[in-house]
C-alpha cells in the first residue's frame, strides 16, 4: 500500500502539480494525458507498462485505446472522484516511462 495522500486537491494544488507534469490537463475532476505511439503494439506496450505502476501504487487508471493512441485518465475513486497526490504521482511515473 503506498503512502501517498488519498485526500482531494483543490482545483489551485492540482494545477499546482500539473506545472510538473508535461502534457497532463485538468478537466471535469480528472487529469488526463494523450500518448500518440507509431504502432499498435507500442502502444499495448505502454498500457501493459501503465498497468504494471498501477498495481505497484495500488492506484488505476482509465485507459482508452484507439489503435496507435492512448488515453490516461486519473481521479481517486475513494475520494469521490475527485484528484489526489496519488494520481500525481501515477501521472509523475507514467512520464517518467513513456518514451513519447
Ligand atoms: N484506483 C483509483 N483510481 N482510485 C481508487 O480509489 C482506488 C484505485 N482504490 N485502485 C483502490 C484500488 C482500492 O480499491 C484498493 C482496495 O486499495
Known amino acids: ?17 500539473l506545472v510538473r507534469l508535461d502534457g497532463w490537463t485538468f478537466e471535469n475532476d480528472a487529469i488526463h494525458r494523450t ?6 503494439r507500442e502502444a499495448m506496450s505502454f498500457m501493459v507498462r501503465v498497468g504494471f505502476e498501477a498495481e505497484a501504487l495500488d ?7 484507439v489503435y ?3 488515453r490516461v ?3 481517486t ?5 475527485k ?4 494520481d ?5 511515473r507514467i512520464n517518467h516511462f513513456s518514451w513519447i
Open 1 to 17: 500500500m503506498s503512502t501517498f495522500n488519498r485526500a482531494p486537491l483543490n482545483e489551485e494544488a492540482v494545477q499546482q502539480a
Open 35 to 40: 500518448f500518440l505511439f507509431s504502432t499498435f
Open 59 to 65: 492506484h488505476h487508471p482509465e485507459l482508452t485505446n
Open 68 to 70: 496507435n493512441r492512448v
Open 73 to 75: 485518465s486519473l481521479n
Open 77 to 81: 475513486h475513494d475520494a469521490d472522484n
Open 83 to 86: 484528484v489526489t497526490e496519488l
Open 88 to 92: 500525481a504521482e501515477l501521472a509523475r
